[in-house]
């Protein structure tokens, strides 16, 4: 699953609505969410890299708009942002054609079903990678000018996830796709990369962020007892407190025909009734108390309200939509891990760094496999943004063997131009 919201600073939805942002303001919306998570976790947080990512996030959005991509609206989250930036994808599998253009433009192979084992270094220099195709079948691939790695996070990892988490959380369901399982976290450190915030593997609830602004929560009682699209922790801790540490969502068919593909992704099967006393008793709760639930928040949206009497929340169904089309259906919240923040701590033009504090001569970092700005993921729209923004500033970098600070690059404002060097890509993806 790809994140449906991307946080951008500076960008025309923005100034659509006559909003003023700055890199000041996103860094310092991220210094409060870095210091709020110093509580839960030791981190290792990079001021400038998360600068660098404000600075650019706006061509890394027109980038997207350029090739096809839409974004439905902005997304109301004050307890984190305190400008709304984060925008909502129209559709998130519109990411995969808008990229092939791109790669197509751009002349760059890309092998599927192909897994990245070992780099190879010569002289102290990262030259290339061993890799390991569908069938087995081993292949070597060298680098002319450098390897970067994206492969994503280590939530699928769970020999990994052993080595930072306590065994009963490290058994937890995840967020994302199987091939998160840390090869890349792997191939860095065997040559030397410095690791950093691996500890950090935040909680959440699954799917939720996905889906919730369609649905409302209730515990066993049929009440609601938390702002459902409030942080991600704090829906954690609110699920923890109920009786059984059960809960569910609610929500109707238009929703569920809407959004089918994430329901499908919860990991309990969903739980589905003509009516909503029939839900309830589907769910063991009052049913006068699930439908007196359903009731207030239709009414609530209904008004001009900006905030949710009950428990302050503030992101809303598109069009305010209530929930009132049966069949209804319901879900149980569950307790997975989110995207982990651990990664390699990097220059700022993304070639990463050695336990001495010296770049890897030949290798670059970007997306997951970098830890310098996921301690701030808890702002929301972090995770993808953040990789496709750094990613254009790792490639640049890798085709003109930067290692150091970025200089023009950094305040250009675009993306680079198609260019006719040769690129290769390896994609952890099924064939279609």
Same mark, same amino acid.
């Given at each position: ?316 169904? $598109?069009?305010?939509? *209530?929930?009132? #089309? &049966?069949?209804?259906? %319901?879900? @149980?919240?569950?307790?997975? /891990?989110?995207?982990? !923040? ?44 953040? $990789?496709?923004?750094? *990613?254009?500033? #790792? &490639?640049?970098?890798? %085709?003109? @063997?930067?290692?150091?600070? /970025?200089?023009?690059? !950094? ?22």
């Amino acid at each position: 699953m790809v994140d449906r919201y991307l946080a951008f600073c500076r960008f025309d939805m923005q100034d659509a609505r006559g909003l003023e942002d700055s890199e000041e303001r996103f860094l310092a919306d991220a210094r409060d969410e870095v210091e709020r998570q110093r509580e839960l976790y030791g981190i290792v947080w990079d001021e400038a890299l998360t600068r660098l990512y404000a600075a650019r996030s706006g061509a890394a959005y027109r980038f997207l708009r350029q090739y096809g991509v839409s974004f439905e609206r902005l997304i109301e989250r004050p307890l984190q942002h305190t400008v709304h930036r984060m925008a909502k994808l129209d559709d998130t599998f519109a990411l995969r054609p808008a990229f092939r253009k791109a790669f197509d433009e751009r002349g760059v192979t890309v092998h599927l079903q192909t897994r990245g084992r070992q780099l190879v270094t010569e002289g102290g220099r990262v030259t290339g990678i061993n890799a390991e195709d569908a069938a087995g079948g081993q292949r070597h691939y060298v680098a002319r000018r450098g390897v970067v790695l994206t492969t994503g996070g280590y939530q699928a990892g769970a020999k990994l996830r052993r080595r930072y988490q306590p065994e009963h959380l490290a058994l937890t369901p995840y967020l994302g796709v199987s091939t998160c399982r840390g090869d890349g976290h792997l191939m860095g450190q065997s040559v030397g990369g410095d690791l950093i915030n691996m500890t950090m593997v935040p909680p959440l609830v699954m799917v939720a962020s996905a889906f919730v602004e369609d649905a409302i929560a209730v515990n066993l009682a049929g009440e609601r007892f938390h702002d459902e699209a409030g942080p991600y922790d704090q829906r954690v801790h609110a699920l923890l407190r109920q009786d059984k540490r059960e809960a569910y969502y609610i929500f109707d068919d238009a929703t569920m025909q809407k959004s089918r593909h994430l329901v499908e992704q919860m990991p309990a099967e969903a739980i589905s009734a003509t009516s909503l006393a029939e839900l309830a008793r589907g769910l063991g709760c009052p049913a006068a108390n699930l439908e007196k639930s359903v009731a207030d928040w239709n009414a609530f949206l209904a008004t001009a309200g900006g905030k949710d009497p009950g428990f302050g929340r503030v992101v809303m169904p $598109a069009g305010r939509r *209530g929930i009132t #089309a &049966g069949p209804f259906h %319901a879900t @149980r919240m569950v307790v997975g /891990v989110n995207f982990p !923040a651990g990664g390699f701590r990097t220059t700022q033009s993304m070639a990463v760094i050695d336990v001495f504090g010296q770049p890897i001569p030949g290798l670059y970092a970007a997306g997951d496999t970098v830890g310098g700005v996921n301690p701030c993921l808890g702002l929301g729209g972090i995770h993808i943004s953040s $990789a496709m923004t750094l *990613g254009f500033v #790792a &490639g640049e970098a890798a %085709a003109r @063997r930067e290692t150091g600070a /970025v200089h023009a690059l !950094a305040e250009s404002g675009e993306m680079p131009a198609p260019r006719a060097t040769q690129k290769m890509a390896i994609v952890h993806l099924p064939k279609e």
